[in-house]
């Protein structure tokens, strides 16, 4: 089992930035990738981004050149900072790891880009 715990949401204004933080514990040895998926209200959840364990990254379009996504292997913890929010971007964001058997999902954070 993985247990993942996010943190760093919150309320900003348009063109700000917030960074998110999740922290997985458990079975991390057998995750291969982790990243982050959101849902606004009415929407299904979309992919934002990922990294493998090696290191490689993905981003959706939306997101690409604005949000950047890293890993502290130390910590167990990935990082998506945030930049240059938009009020599209408010979302309640979610963290996920992916292991050979089992995809994990964090509780979710909101971030909220409005004056």
Do not use: H
């Not at 930035?17 to 606004?40: K, P, T, V």
């Amino acid at each position: 089992q993985v247990q993942l715990v996010e943190s760093g949401g919150g309320l900003v204004q348009p063109g700000g930035s917030l960074r998110l933080s999740c922290a997985a514990s458990g079975s991390i040895f057998s995750i291969y990738a982790m990243g982050w998926y959101r849902q606004a209200p009415g929407k299904e959840r979309e992919f934002i981004a990922i990294i493998t364990s090696g290191g490689s990254t993905n981003y959706a379009d939306s997101v690409k050149g604005r949000f950047i996504l890293s890993r502290d292997n130390a910590n167990n913890t990935v990082y998506l900072q945030m930049n240059s929010l938009k009020p599209e971007d408010t979302a309640v964001y979610y963290c996920n790891a992916r292991t050979a058997l089992k995809s994990y999902w964090g509780q979710g954070t909101q971030v909220t880009v409005s004056f």
